[in-house]
C-alpha cells in the first residue's frame, strides 16, 4: 500500500504534467477582446506587454514615454488615461510611445492592436474556492501547476491540493454534522423506547392486580354459589315438609303420630295445637339439624 507521503509526491506529480506554459497574452488588430478576455487595470497591461516582449527599449520607444523609470510600463503615469478614441484596455503599436492604457473599458473605438488575454478572469478571486479551468488572477495566470485557487488582491494562485484538502474537510464536517445528528435523533429514540418500557410495565402490574381481583371476586361467587345451592336445598326440603304438613292434616291421629315421628318431636305436646303451631316446630327443628 503507498504511504500518504508517495501519494502526495504522485499528485504534485500529476499536477505538475498538466501543466500550461502556453503565452497568456496575445494582440488582436482592429477589434475589441472577446469577453472575459480584455485586460481591465494597467498594471496587467504591463505584464501582457512584457510577456510579448514589449519592453521600453530607447530603440523602439523615441520619446521615451510611457515607460517608467524603472522599465516597467505606465509607472510614472504616462499613457494612461479615459478616452473615448482608443480602445479600451490594454492598446499597442509598433512604437512604444503609442502604448497605452484606456481606462474607458465601454469605448467603442477599434483603432490599433488591442491586447487580450488568452485565457479568461478566474471565476473565483477570494482564495477559498477552486476554479475549474486555468484562469487570470489580476496579474497572474492560475493553471493547473500553480493551483486553481485565485486571490486577486494579491495576484496570487495556490496549488489546487488546497482544494482537495479543503474539499474533503467541509466533506466530513457535513458528515461529523449528520453523525451527531443521527446519534441525537436515536438518542431521542431510546429514551422514547424506555418511555414505552416503563409504561408496558406498569400496565402489566395493573393486568396482574387486576388478575388476582377478578381471581378474588370469582373465589367469592364460588362460595356464595356454594351457600346458595346449600339453602336452595334446604328450601326444598322446607317446601316438602309444609307439603307434607298440608296433606296429611286431615289423616287423622296416625298421620299426626307418623308427622311427629319423622321431625322426632313429642307428639303428645302438639297432638292439640295448631297448623301454623306444628309449621313453626317443624322449621325450628329443620334449622337446629
Not at 503507498?2 to 494582440?27: D, F, K, R
Not at 298421620?255 to 297448623?275: H, Q, V, W
Request: hydrophobic share 30%.
Amino acid at each position: 500500500m503507498l504511504s500518504h507521503a508517495w501519494v502526495l509526491v504522485l499528485v504534485v506529480s500529476i499536477l505538475s504534467m498538466t501543466g500550461n506554459s502556453q503565452q497568456p497574452y496575445e494582440i488582436i488588430n482592429g477589434r475589441h477582446c472577446d469577453p472575459g478576455r480584455g485586460i481591465t487595470n494597467k498594471e496587467t497591461c504591463n505584464t501582457a506587454l512584457l510577456s510579448l516582449g514589449r519592453t521600453c527599449a530607447t530603440s523602439n520607444n523615441p520619446t521615451g514615454r510611457p515607460c517608467g523609470s524603472d522599465g516597467n510600463w505606465f509607472n510614472d503615469g504616462e499613457g494612461v488615461g479615459d478616452w473615448s478614441h482608443v480602445p479600451p484596455g490594454c492598446v499597442t503599436a509598433a512604437r512604444a510611445d503609442q502604448t497605452y492604457f484606456n481606462a474607458n473599458l465601454n469605448s467603442a473605438s477599434t483603432g490599433g492592436d488591442q491586447v487580450c488575454k488568452k485565457i479568461v478572469d478566474c471565476a473565483y478571486t477570494n482564495g477559498t474556492a477552486y476554479n475549474t479551468e486555468n484562469c487570470q488572477c489580476g496579474t497572474s495566470l492560475c493553471t493547473t501547476t500553480t493551483g486553481l485557487y485565485c486571490t486577486q488582491s494579491s495576484n496570487t494562485c495556490e496549488n489546487n491540493l488546497r482544494g482537495i484538502v479543503t474539499t474533503l474537510e467541509t466533506t466530513v464536517a457535513a458528515e461529523q454534522t449528520k453523525v451527531t445528528t443521527l446519534e441525537t435523533t436515536v438518542a431521542a429514540e431510546q429514551t422514547k423506547v424506555t418511555t414505552l418500557e416503563t409504561t408496558v410495565a406498569a400496565e402489566q402490574t395493573k393486568v396482574t392486580t387486576l388478575e388476582t381481583t377478578v381471581a378474588a371476586e370469582q373465589t367469592k361467587v364460588t362460595a356464595l354459589e356454594t351457600s346458595l345451592a346449600a339453602e336452595q336445598i334446604k328450601v326444598t326440603a322446607l317446601q316438602t315438609a309444609l307439603g307434607t304438613i298440608n296433606t296429611t292434616e286431615s289423616t287423622g291421629a296416625d298421620a299426626a303420630k307418623g308427622r311427629c315421628f319423622m321431625y322426632f318431636l313429642n307428639c303428645s305436646k302438639i297432638s292439640n295445637i295448631s297448623k301454623k303451631k306444628k309449621t313453626d316446630l317443624i322449621l325450628f327443628h329443620f334449622h337446629s339439624h
